[in-house]
């Protein structure tokens, strides 16, 4: 920090290092002249002459600026007071020891112009101590004028040398003077700058104490740019990272968007589309408002359409049958014939084997045959050797003669035999092509047969084909009608009697009901007998349907799969079972193992028709919950818990989506997991003894499946629920004979029923107050009776005269059902916006 500063003083660290280099001009003089300058002060004689030898060119110098021997008087007389003092110790001591020479006077030497030290230096070689060291020595005798003689030019050697000196001290002392002078001036200059730099290392040191200030709340501020660069850096990164996410997003989001605008556009299409149908459909509910009557006609007509088409499938099924049978016969011909060709190709291959065989006969023949004719010529030859050789003995020859003769024997047996082979081998030929022509003549037959055949398969698909669009198509209208006509659907199920009634003569098991053969009612009404007083009197009903005891229960769940398949479209949809206790409801929603129900069927259905759809891009996601209303509580049938004392509430919101608290909902995802769960929830079920039904439901049972689909292409969602009910069996108690729990039971599953009816009553006949809330059934099936679903009501109703009266009482029951408007069944679609 001193070196610093020191070097920032001009002129200061110059004079003080001594180097003599520029600024330090006025220091350097005295440097150059210091050692001269120190030499005489202090110095005792012999030091003096040794410096005086040594300083020799110094006194050169010193005399180059006063000049040579010539100034040196006027020299003396500007010595100052002190150097003048000293030369006159000086002079009296050197006349002290040269008394002598004081002998001479002055005077004598005084004009002559003195010899200067250099001179005499010069001349004589001698040295300042040689000087001052000579010695005279006077032999005895010498007369003091020789010796005083002597003694001048010694004086005057040495008071050249006293002069020299004393110049070369006045010179110092005028250097020291001067350096003195100088030294204060440089003192003072250095105090000055001293005082200066002290100023100015105070002006520094705030000034550096402030810069310090400055830095240090720079560094802070660079500390915390540091930081805030780190934390911006790192908000840099994380952004690009944000930034590199954004921009998949937006890749991501342009693709949605592309999408979505083609789906926009697709779906504007569709709009137009559909707003174009909804025109046509607006139309069309206009033509159908207006033409309700002409489509009612339709529909009879339809029905007779139906019943032609009906006709012409028994015709057909009668022609198929035919067919069938002709296709058998044909088929057992052609069986035949394959029988008779394949025996026939059997014999052609043997008759091939024995031609084969005869040919190689033949050929053994014909060899045998060549063999013998060589053998006769060469016997021949042999023969004429003889004969020529004219000495052979005639015994050979004899025998030649017989060799020959048995030899042409055998040849003509051998020529009888191939000639009779080649007989049987033209009639084996002419077989084998008979038989040939024979199986050409079949095989045509066969191909003939085969496309009669096939085309009356063709003929007979085709007739099943029309009779099945036919009745798609009755179907179809059958829903627009009730769609638009905005009723309950009624279907009556009759059960066939039962075993027990057919065998137990208690039982009355004559058929108290009739259904039409013909005519508009046909599949539609039916009619009861019932007693009144000595005679009997029949009422007519007309329901959605009627299924006749015959039904089975595929049958039945064809009736209704599209009105499931419309739960799957985001509709609600209802379908209970009423009628009296051993009527069939059980049988019907539920079945058995052998013939399941309405409700097994119904989730094959939904699983089936959702995992085809699954190929358009919808996923389903199902629950499925199952309660029973005992005694007028709620009752989770699915619930693990033994003792399951919870109570269960009904409440609808303003969508009139129903929920139960507390109540178990599963997920489910296949037909058997819900098959597990009904098996369950049976086992749960409050059932018992009857004197109509040993197996008799105490309880209304529901089974709920909520299904929510979206659709992953058009992100389009549905919501739809199916609610399938079986209801406890109406029973008149006192022919039931109950008491006791089965009486308590009896009463509320009466109570409950009479709620419905008066809810149904109500909505009959439109009342202002419909009260839903008397009874917790009624209360349930609110958004079912008086909301936007779709609902069915199963009648069940047993065959038989001794029931007559309770079914009676239920198609009266029927009738106000299927009168009672609910609204316009509504779908809950949420399409994506635009
Ligand atoms: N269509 C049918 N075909 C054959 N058997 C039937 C039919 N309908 C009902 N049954 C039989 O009749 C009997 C009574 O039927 P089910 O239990 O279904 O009557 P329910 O109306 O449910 O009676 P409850 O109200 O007492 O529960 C059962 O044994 C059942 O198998």
């Known amino acids: 920090m001193d070196g610093r500063r020191a070097s920032r003083i001009p002129g200061i660290g110059a004079g003080a290092a001594g180097n003599g280099t520029a600024g330090g001009t006025a220091g ?46 006027s020299r003396s007389n500007t010595t100052t007071g002190a150097a003048a003092g000293r030369a006159t110790s000086l002079q009296q001591a050197t006349s002290a020891r040269t008394a002598p020479s004081q002998l001479h006077p002055v005077s004598e030497l005084g004009p002559v112009a003195e010899e200067t030290w250099e001179d005499i230096r010069e001349r004589t070689g001698q040295s300042a101590d040689d000087v001052l060291n000579k010695k005279l020595s006077f032999p005895k005798g010498t007369k003091p004028e020789r010796k005083v003689e002597a003694f001048v030019p010694m004086v005057k050697e040495l008071k050249a040398l006293g002069r020299h000196l004393s110049h070369i001290c006045e010179r110092q002392e005028l250097d020291i003077e001067q350096w003195k002078a100088h030294s204060t001036q440089v003192t003072r200059q250095a105090e000055e700058n001293e005082r200066q730099w002290n100023i100015k290392q105070e002006e520094v040191d705030k000034q550096l104490k402030q810069i310090n200030e400055l830095l240090e709340l720079q560094v802070q501020a660079n500390n915390a740019l540091q930081d805030r660069l780190i934390e911006k850096e790192a908000a840099c990164v994380a952004k690009e990272g944000e930034n590199v996410a954004v921009r998949l997003e937006l890749t991501r989001a342009n693709e949605d968007l592309a999408r979505a605008n083609k789906s926009i556009d697709e779906l504007t299409e569709k709009i137009k589309v559909m707003e174009q149908s909804a025109k046509d459909d607006h139309r069309y509910m206009g033509t159908l408002q207006t033409y309700n009557t002409s489509l009612q006609a339709d529909l009879t007509a339809e029905k007779a359409r139906r019943d032609e088409l009906q006709r012409t499938k028994d015709d057909l099924q009668g022609h198929a049958a035919e067919l069938g049978g002709r296709v058998r016969s044909l088929e057992q011909q052609l069986s035949l014939e394959r029988d ?349 003894f009857t ?25 389009v969602k549905v919501s739809g629920v199916l609610n399938l009910i079986d209801l406890a069996g109406s029973e008149r108690v006192k022919e039931s004979g109950a008491t006791g729990q089965r009486l308590k039971e009896a009463q509320a599953i009466n109570k409950s029923l009479s709620a419905l009816g008066d809810v149904i009553m109500a909505l009959a006949n439109k009342q202002e107050h419909v009260p839903f809330r008397n009874s917790k059934l009624t209360y349930l099936l609110q958004p079912c009776l008086g909301g936007d679903s779709k609902t069915l009501m199963f009648l069940n109703v047993a065959p038989t005269r001794e029931f007559a009266s309770e079914s009676l009482c239920s198609l009266r029951f029927g009738s106000k059902v299927n009168a009672c408007e609910i609204n316009v069944p509504k779908k809950n679609v949420v399409v994506p916006r635009a």
């Not at 110094?58 to 100034?71: E, Q, W």
């Not at 024995?354 to 033949?362: I, P, S, T, Y």
């Not at 003769?405 to 009639?427: N, P, Y």
């Not at 040993?694 to 058009?714: A, K, L, P």
Request: glycine share 6%; aromatic share 4%; net charge neutral.
């Open 28 to 73: 350097v003089k005295p440097l150059e002249n210091s050692r001269v300058a120190n030499v005489p002060a202090g110095l005792d004689r012999k030091r003096k002459a040794e410096s005086s030898s040594d300083a020799a060119p110094d006194a050169k110098r010193a005399t180059f600026s006063v000049g040579p021997g010539i100034s040196r008087p």
């Open 340 to 688: 008779q060709v394949t025996k026939l190709r059997e014999e052609r291959e043997t008759s091939a084997r024995d031609l084969a065989v005869m040919r190689a006969d033949l050929e053994d023949m014909r060899l045998q045959r060549e063999r013998a004719k060589t053998d006769a010529t060469q016997a021949k030859e042999d023969l004429e050797r003889v004969r020529a050789a004219g000495g052979k003995s005639l015994e050979t020859l004899e025998a030649l003669s017989n060799d020959k003769a048995t030899m042409e024997t055998q040849l003509a047996m051998q020529q009888k035999l191939i000639s009779s082979m080649r007989e049987e081998l033209a009639a084996a030929k002419e077989g084998r092509a008979m038989s040939d022509a024979l199986a050409e003549t079949r095989g045509t037959q066969i191909t003939e047969l085969k496309v009669q055949i096939e085309s009356l398969q063709a003929a007979l698909a085709d007739s099943e084909r029309r009779v099945y669009e036919g009745e798609l198509i009755r179907r179809k209208l059958h829903n627009i009608i009730q769609d638009l006509k905005g009723n309950i659907r009624v279907y009556c199920r009759v059960r066939p009697v039962s075993t027990s009634e057919a065998s137990d003569a208690s039982h009355d098991s004559e058929m108290a009901l009739d259904f039409p053969t013909a005519g508009d009612l046909l599949g539609r009404g039916l009619s009861v007998t019932v007693p009144f007083g000595q005679s009997t009197q029949k009422h007519n009903f007309a329901f959605d349907r009627v299924f006749s005891p015959g039904t089975t229960q595929e049958n039945i769940f064809d009736e209704l799969s599209e009105l499931v398949q419309s739960a799957l479209d985001g509709h609600k949809v209802c379908i209970f079972a009423y009628g009296q206790t051993g009527s069939g409801k059980t049988f019907t929603m539920l079945g058995n193992r052998e013939q399941p129900g309405v409700i097994p069927r119904a989730m094959q259905q939904i699983f089936q028709s959702g995992q085809k759809l699954a190929s358009q891009g919808w996923q389903f996601n199902m629950q499925a919950s199952m309660l029973e209303i005992y005694n007028e509580d709620i009752r989770d049938l699915l619930s693990r818990r033994k003792d399951d004392n919870k109570k269960h509430q009904v409440a609808h919101d303003a969508n009139g989506v129903t929920t139960v608290n507390d109540l178990t909902v599963v997920d489910v995802n296949k037909p058997e997991a819900v098959e597990q769960l009904l098996a369950q929830a049976m086992e749960k079920r409050s059932v018992g």
């Open 691 to 715: 004197a109509l039904n040993e197996q008799s439901s105490r309880s209304h049972m529901v089974f709920t499946m909520r299904i929510e689909g979206h659709n992953t292409s058009t992100d």
